[in-house]
């Protein structure tokens, strides 16, 4: 699992057909993973189930699931089901969400996102782990009067934190096994992202947390025109306070000047400089933007890469 991309079909008839379509196009360039993004449209478990199912071989993922607006037991039931499904080739991906769309869409107070973020891990290990859980906490409770296990899951469920923050990463590194960084570009992943939630892992006892850096590019001939679209598709994160602190850090302005954009030398060139900067995994988001040709010009390069 060292190179990805994340599915994102565009205009499709129907949702679930073009995303298999898409993993197998994937899979035969020889990508290991494919992730799915969670807003208020398909359903990215189900998704994913259905896609890892279709596509043997093929690792499948969210990234990610806000911890708002769900529960424990029922986010469990869902990744064990598609654990289960694709035969323990399935990453749970969680975040902590946004205001605009927790307070906007649900109508529930985006208040104390850490702490819900340390509970929910707490409760749903317990539950993909054991099958079980006897959690009350100040924020949520977590208990199983029946059992929670699925059957074919006894693997567990790789649970990964969309998380950048110092505190998000220090319950990453104590609860998660591992992180999903987005638009935080190689400077801030080596001096800041990765040695603080390796730190939180060792002091907590945890073995070192995989470093899924999900990177937004494609590979084109027409840069500056690609990054002008890419600016405007990007502005959104440059108003949440979390990215635009990984962009500052990865010394950058805008979330667009952390886009890696460009012909395949300068693409490849930029896969290294993360692996350097500790990423385990690189997981290519947006190579939809400029077209299917180059998406799959994208695609080819990156299966080269993933070794």
């Known amino acids: 699992m060292t190179v990805g991309v994340a599915l994102n079909p565009t205009d499709p008839a129907n949702q679930i057909d073009a995303s298999v379509a898409l993993a197998k196009e994937a899979a035969a360039a020889g990508l290991r993973s494919a992730w799915f993004g969670q807003t208020?449209?398909?359903?990215?478990?189900q998704l994913a189930a259905i896609v890892g199912r279709e596509v043997p071989g093929l690792h499948v993922g969210t990234s990610a699931v806000p911890v708002f607006g769900r529960h424990p037991l029922i986010v469990?039931?869902?990744?064990?089901?598609?654990?289960?499904?694709?035969?323990?080739?399935?990453?749970?991906?969680?975040?902590?969400?946004?205001?605009?769309?927790?307070?906007?869409?649900?109508?529930?107070?985006?208040?104390?996102?850490?702490?819900?973020?340390?509970e929910f891990l707490t409760a749903l290990r317990q539950l993909t782990e054991t099958g079980s859980a006897d959690f009350h906490g100040e924020l949520l409770t977590a208990a199983t009067p029946i059992p929670a296990r699925?059957?074919?899951?006894?693997?567990?469920?790789?649970?990964?934190?969309?998380?950048?923050?110092?505190r998000a990463l220090r319950v990453s590194g104590e609860l998660a096994d591992g992180i999903l960084p987005y638009l935080a570009g190689p400077r801030a992943l080596a001096d800041h992202i990765v040695p603080a939630v390796t730190a939180a892992a060792e002091a907590a006892g945890r073995p070192a947390p995989r470093i899924v850096a999900l990177v937004h590019g494609v590979v084109t001939d027409d840069a500056d025109a690609v990054r002008a679209t890419a600016a405007e598709q990007l502005a959104f994160y440059d108003q949440v306070p979390s990215y635009a602190r990984a962009i500052e850090l990865s010394g950058a302005r805008r979330a667009v000047d952390v886009a890696v954009i460009g012909d395949e030398k300068t693409v490849a060139a930029e896969?290294?400089?993360?692996?350097?900067?500790?990423?385990?995994?690189?997981?290519?988001?947006?190579?939809?933007?400029?077209?299917?040709?180059?998406?799959?010009?994208?695609?080819?390069?990156?299966?080269?890469?993933?070794?």
């Open 150 to 166: 699925v059957p074919g899951a006894e693997s567990g469920v790789p649970l990964l934190v969309a998380a950048m923050g110092p």
């Open 40 to 45: 208020f449209g398909a359903d990215s478990p």
């Open 76 to 118: 469990s039931s869902q990744a064990q089901t598609a654990q289960a499904a694709t035969h323990g080739r399935y990453h749970l991906g969680l975040a902590l969400g946004t205001r605009l769309l927790t307070e906007g869409g649900f109508g529930i107070p985006f208040e104390r996102p850490v702490a819900r973020l340390r």
């Open 271 to 307: 896969v290294q400089r993360y692996r350097d900067a500790g990423a385990t995994e690189v997981v290519f988001v947006g190579t939809e933007i400029d077209g299917d040709t180059n998406r799959r010009r994208t695609w080819d390069l990156l299966g080269t890469l993933a070794g």
